[in-house]
Structure formats: C-alpha cells, structure tokens
Nanobody
C-alpha cells in the first residue's frame, strides 16, 4: 500500500522558516515526479513546487520563487520543502504528491500557519 506522510508543519511568525518532509513508502518511485501542493481555506489546491526523479529539474510557483526550495533524497524515499521568509499568505494545508505511470498519490496534508 502506497503511503505519503507529511511532517514538519506548524505555527510560525512571518519571516520565519519551516521544513516540510514527505516520506514515501509502499513502492519504488523511480521516474516519478514529486511535488508539493497547498490549499488555503476557501481556495483551490495549487501547485507550489515539484521535482523530477533525478532532482535535476525543479519548478516553483511564482509566489514562492526565491523563498522555497524543494529537494529529494531517493535513498530515503523522502522529499523536502524548505520554506524561508514565510508570509501570512503562505498559510495553508500542504500536500505531498507523487505522479507517475498515470497515477497520482497524495499525502494527508500538514497545516502551515504563518502569523503576522
């Protein structure tokens, strides 16, 4: 059974940092693109960042460029999102996603709250 488990969310003041982790298990993820999405109250889920299997290619939403860094450690089947200079508008539930072979896997989400 495939599982994606996020951790690292919490409450932080504006300007602070958090590091999210996504631990994947249940299958190999060779060739999978992995990414982070977020959903704020009353808004649609949006893509934040994603990274290819090799880590050689990354994508960032304009809203987080220069502040967030996505990375992955394939030896540990884990993906990370380093979030710096956090803003109140970054407040959302952050979801881990693995996409490959026509399938999407999702984690349960972790809450990030940034106070002003």
């Amino acid at each position: 059974q495939v599982q994606l488990v996020e951790s690292g969310g919490g409450l932080v003041q504006a300007g602070g940092s958090l590091r999210l982790s996504c631990a994947a298990s249940g299958r190999t993820f060779i060739g999978y693109i992995m990414g982070w999405f977020r959903q704020a109250p009353g808004k649609e889920r949006e893509s934040v960042a994603h990274i290819t299997w090799s880590g050689g290619s990354t994508y960032y939403a304009d809203a987080v460029k220069g502040r967030f860094t996505i990375s992955r450690d394939n030896t540990k089947n884990t993906m990370y999102l380093q979030m710096n200079s956090l803003k109140p508008e970054d407040t959302a539930v952050y979801y881990c996603n693995a996409r490959g072979r026509g399938t999407d896997y999702w984690g349960q989400g972790t809450q990030v709250t940034v106070s002003s």
